[in-house]
């Protein structure tokens, strides 16, 4: 399944949680809900759009089943191994901050968990057989996340 895709299908998820176990809509009000969501998103979107350019720039395919031609270091890449992964945690997080759900932020960690599991333990180790030494050293230097 696409990483995107996984974070959908979590988010939808929730939402039909939802409407079999409801909850109170998040107790921060609806100017400051839109306000958190639209910030989280749109932050999101900004470090996943870095983090494409800089894999372009690099002249490595952002599709997780392509093959890797470059190690991607610069950018945000500097800062977190993942960056387009917690880009979109980033709009899933605001997406439910804009629309007052709970749901989706009590599933976060288990989605951060099936990201960890089942997608970038898997990229991790191809890159580790891939390029060596140069992504272990780099994995050792870079937080996964944040």
């Given at each position: 399944?696409?990483p995107?895709?996984?974070?959908?299908?979590?988010f939808?998820?929730?939402?039909?949680?939802?409407?079999?176990?409801?909850?109170?809509?998040?107790?921060?009000?609806?100017?400051i809900?839109?306000t958190?969501?639209a910030?989280?998103?749109?932050?999101?979107v900004a470090v996943s759009?870095?983090s494409?350019r800089r894999?372009?720039?690099?002249?490595t395919?952002i599709?997780?089943i392509?093959?890797?031609?470059?190690?991607?270091?610069?950018?945000p890449?500097?800062?977190?191994?993942?960056?387009m992964?917690l880009?979109?945690?980033?709009?899933?997080?605001?997406?439910?901050?804009w629309?007052?759900?709970?749901?989706?932020?009590?599933?976060a960690?288990?989605?951060v968990?099936v990201m960890?599991?089942?997608?970038?333990?898997?990229?991790?180790?191809?890159?580790?057989?891939k390029?060596?030494d140069?992504y272990r050293?780099?994995?050792a230097q870079?937080r996964r996340w944040?």
């Open positions: 399944m696409p995107p895709l996984v974070y959908v299908v979590f939808l998820a929730a939402v039909v949680i939802g409407r079999f176990v409801p909850l109170a809509p998040l107790p921060i009000g609806i100017g809900g839109r958190l969501g910030v989280l998103a749109l932050s999101g759009a870095w494409i894999f372009w720039a690099s002249g395919s599709v997780p392509r093959p890797s031609t470059a190690i991607v270091i610069e950018g890449y500097h800062f977190t191994r993942n960056p992964y880009g979109m945690l980033l709009v899933y997080t605001g997406a439910a901050c629309f007052g759900l709970v749901w989706p932020l009590l599933l960690p288990v989605l968990l960890n599991l089942a997608v970038i333990g898997r990229e991790e180790r191809y890159l580790a057989r390029f060596g140069e050293r780099y994995r870079v944040i």
